[in-house]
């Protein structure tokens, strides 16, 4: 009989463990606890992201991936005509913008993957102590109408950080994923949230303003949250662009949850809000139910998904 804890680590011999970071050949799991180690994948093929859940056993000394489980949901993009999977199994996305860098179209872009993958997502409105006269809350004011959880905050002031730490504390919430542009913030953040996470940050460059980008590939932090196991924070490297000509132009209509509450009075059903006649979707941007900036959005990435069409 095999023991079942591996004498070397005190670490089961074998389980269930979940990605926070992945090479060609080694796969960082971390178990339930917060407790990390490192396992070999035992093919090449293996394509582990950060978030998947992957079976693991120890043979001799080391620890191997045996295979990894479905994923329940994938955060993905398109980069340069492929399908890049970002985050695996996110419970929650926060989409983190930053005043200075507000781009409705990139946020938008976000929120449309996560809605497409039924991932409950939050805007996170970063350096608030920047906003003077309210401006970019102003700007947000779009997201009411999809009903979606603006959070405005200042890492820097911790200004706002409690509403992430009730967020981060809900148990139905253990893989929690931070995406945004470079430079808004996501970094310093962490470091606010989890003290001694030592996530690096980077100076805004004053040059272009656009904050070179910082973090290079995904890092998970550990969030503890007594007695419940810690939750496990991905904070993904700062996105330039946000490419979904993966996605059918059905599936981004169907994640403007604004405009299905019009869409039925459309004289198509099945309307897509673009040329069609009598279409109540772009009467009401017209008569400003619906944002204009989420209508552009809207169509800028079904321009996108037609140009990356074969011929
Ligand atoms: N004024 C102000 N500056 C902030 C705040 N939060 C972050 N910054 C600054 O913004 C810059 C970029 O912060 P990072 O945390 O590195 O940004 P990031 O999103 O992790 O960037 P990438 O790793 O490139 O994706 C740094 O100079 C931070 O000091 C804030 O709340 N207010
Ligand atoms: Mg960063
Ligand atoms: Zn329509």
Do not use: W
Not at 268 to 277: A, G, I, K
């Amino acid at each position: 009989m095999q023991p079942s804890h591996n004498p070397n680590s005190g670490l089961p011999q074998s389980g269930i463990g979940q990605v926070t970071g992945a090479t060609r050949r080694f796969v960082q799991l971390r178990l339930p606890s917060g407790t990390t180690f490192s396992a070999k994948s035992s093919t090449k093929a293996l394509d582990a992201t950060v978030g998947d859940f992957a079976e693991y056993s120890l043979k001799g000394q080391e620890y191997f991936i045996e295979r990894l489980h479905a994923r329940f949901n994938s955060l993905k993009r398109t980069y340069f005509g492929q399908q890049k999977v970002l985050a695996a199994n996110a419970d929650l996305l926060l989409a983190v913008t930053a005043v200075g860098l507000l781009n409705t179209a990139f946020l938008d872009r976000i929120l449309v993957a996560a809605a497409v993958e039924h991932i409950p997502a939050c805007i996170v409105l970063n350096k608030i102590d920047q906003d003077t006269g309210g401006t970019a809350i102003q700007m947000l004011a779009a997201y009411s109408k999809p009903d979606i959880r603006i959070l405005p905050i200042s890492a820097l002031t911790a200004e706002g950080i409690e509403t992430i730490h009730e967020l981060l504390k809900t148990p139905k919430y253990s893989t929690i994923v931070l995406a945004g542009l470079s430079g808004v913030g996501k970094s310093t953040l962490l470091n606010r949230l989890i003290p001694g996470s030592d996530a690096k940050t980077g100076d805004l460059s004053i040059k272009s303003r656009q904050g070179r980008q910082t973090t290079t590939h995904a890092s998970a932090y550990n969030y503890a949250r007594q007695p419940e196991p810690p939750a496990l924070v991905i904070d993904l490297p700062g996105l330039s662009n946000f490419g979904l000509s993966h996605l059918t132009a059905q599936q981004v209509r169907d994640a403007f949850p604004e405009f299905l509450l019009y869409q039925v009075q459309c004289q198509f059903s099945n309307c897509f809000h673009l040329n069609e006649p009598e279409c109540a979707v772009k009467r009401s941007v017209q008569e400003g139910r619906i944002a204009p900036s989420r209508y552009a959005s809207y169509t800028e990435i079904i321009e996108e998904i037609n140009a990356a069409k074969p011929y």
